[in-house]
C-alpha cells in the first residue's frame, strides 16, 4: 500500500487526472460495508472517461450515459426480473442493500484504460475478497467474465453461491451472459439462507 500510495502521488504531481476522484477511491467499501455484504459483483477496473466513475463497478454517475455493458446487464435485469431498466446508470441503490460492487483496481489514468494495473490494487481486493469468504454467512459471487472468474477462483462454493458467466460487454454478452438470470439466482440463494432478496430495482430518482 505505500508503493501504491507513492505511485498515485507521483502520477497526480505530474499533472495526470486520475478517476474517480480520491475521496472515492474506497466507495464500494464506505457504501457496502465487509460486515454487510450480502452479494459481490467483480469488475476489472474504473471508467477512464471523464465524469463517469465513482468508486462502484459497471456504475456511473447520476446524469451520465450508461456504458455499453451496463446497457446488456440492464437488458439482463429486465430479461430475469421484468424490470425496466432506469434511464440512468447509478448503481448506488444496489450498493445500499449489501451488493459490494468491487472493481480489481481501484483507480486508472484518464482516457487510459488499465493504466494504474499492477501497481498494487490487485493485492488489496484479493484480501477484500478473501475477507468476504472467511466470513460465516454464506454471499452469492456474480463472475462476469474469465478476469472474475480468476480473481475469485479461491472462493468457496460449498458455502457461497458462485455464479459465472461470460461478461456483459458487447463483444461476449451473446456467448453466456444473456440467460444467466444472476439476479434471480443471487436473490434464491439469499432467501434459502434466511437473507432478505435485494431489491434489483433502481428508481429513476438516483
Given at each position: 500500500?505505500?508503493?501504491?500510495?507513492?505511485?498515485?502521488?507521483?502520477?497526480?504531481?505530474?499533472?495526470?487526472?486520475?478517476?474517480?476522484?480520491?475521496?472515492?477511491?474506497?466507495?464500494?467499501?464506505?457504501?457496502?460495508?465487509?460486515?454487510?455484504?450480502?452479494?459481490?459483483?467483480?469488475?476489472?477496473?474504473?471508467?477512464h472517461?471523464?465524469?463517469?466513475?465513482?468508486?462502484?463497478?459497471?456504475?456511473?454517475?447520476?446524469?451520465?450515459?450508461?456504458?455499453?455493458?451496463?446497457?446488456?446487464?440492464?437488458?439482463?435485469?429486465?430479461?430475469?426480473?421484468?424490470?425496466?431498466?432506469?434511464?440512468?446508470?447509478?448503481?448506488?441503490?444496489?450498493?445500499?442493500?449489501?451488493?459490494?460492487?468491487?472493481?480489481?483496481?481501484?483507480?486508472?489514468?484518464?482516457?487510459?484504460?488499465?493504466?494504474?494495473?499492477?501497481?498494487?490494487?490487485?493485492?488489496?481486493?484479493?484480501?477484500?475478497?478473501?475477507?468476504?469468504?472467511?466470513?460465516?454467512?454464506?454471499?452469492?459471487?456474480?463472475?462476469?467474465?474469465?478476469?472474475?472468474?480468476?480473481?475469485?477462483?479461491?472462493?468457496?462454493?460449498?458455502?457461497?453461491?458462485?455464479?459465472?458467466?461470460?461478461h456483459?460487454?458487447?463483444?461476449?454478452?451473446?456467448?453466456?451472459?444473456?440467460?444467466?438470470?444472476?439476479?434471480?439466482?443471487?436473490?434464491?440463494?439469499?432467501?434459502?439462507?434466511g437473507?432478505?432478496?435485494?431489491?434489483?430495482?433502481?428508481?429513476?430518482?438516483?
Amino acid at each position: 500500500m505505500a508503493a501504491l500510495r507513492q505511485f498515485l502521488v507521483h502520477e497526480r504531481d505530474a499533472g495526470k487526472r486520475i478517476y474517480p476522484k480520491g475521496n472515492e477511491w474506497f466507495h464500494a467499501l464506505d457504501a457496502t460495508p465487509l460486515d454487510q455484504v450480502r452479494v459481490v459483483i467483480l469488475g476489472q477496473d474504473p471508467y477512464h472517461g471523464e465524469g463517469q466513475a465513482h468508486g462502484l463497478c459497471f456504475s456511473v454517475r447520476p446524469g451520465v450515459r450508461p456504458p455499453p455493458s451496463l446497457v446488456n446487464i440492464y437488458k439482463e435485469l429486465q430479461s430475469d426480473l421484468g424490470f425496466v431498466p432506469p434511464k440512468h446508470g447509478n448503481l448506488e441503490h444496489w450498493a445500499r442493500q449489501g451488493v459490494l460492487l468491487l472493481n480489481a483496481v481501484l483507480t486508472v489514468e484518464a482516457n487510459r484504460a488499465a493504466s494504474h494495473q499492477g501497481k498494487g490494487w490487485e493485492q488489496f481486493t484479493d484480501e477484500v475478497i478473501r475477507q468476504v469468504n472467511a466470513r460465516p454467512r454464506p454471499v452469492a459471487f456474480i463472475l462476469w467474465g474469465s478476469y472474475a472468474q480468476k480473481k475469485a477462483a479461491f472462493v468457496d462454493s460449498t458455502r457461497h453461491l458462485v455464479i459465472k458467466s461470460a461478461h456483459p460487454s458487447p463483444l461476449s454478452a451473446h456467448n453466456g451472459f444473456f440467460g444467466s438470470h444472476p439476479f434471480s439466482r443471487a436473490n434464491a440463494f439469499l432467501r434459502e439462507h434466511g437473507e432478505p432478496a435485494i431489491d434489483w430495482r433502481l428508481p429513476e430518482a438516483a
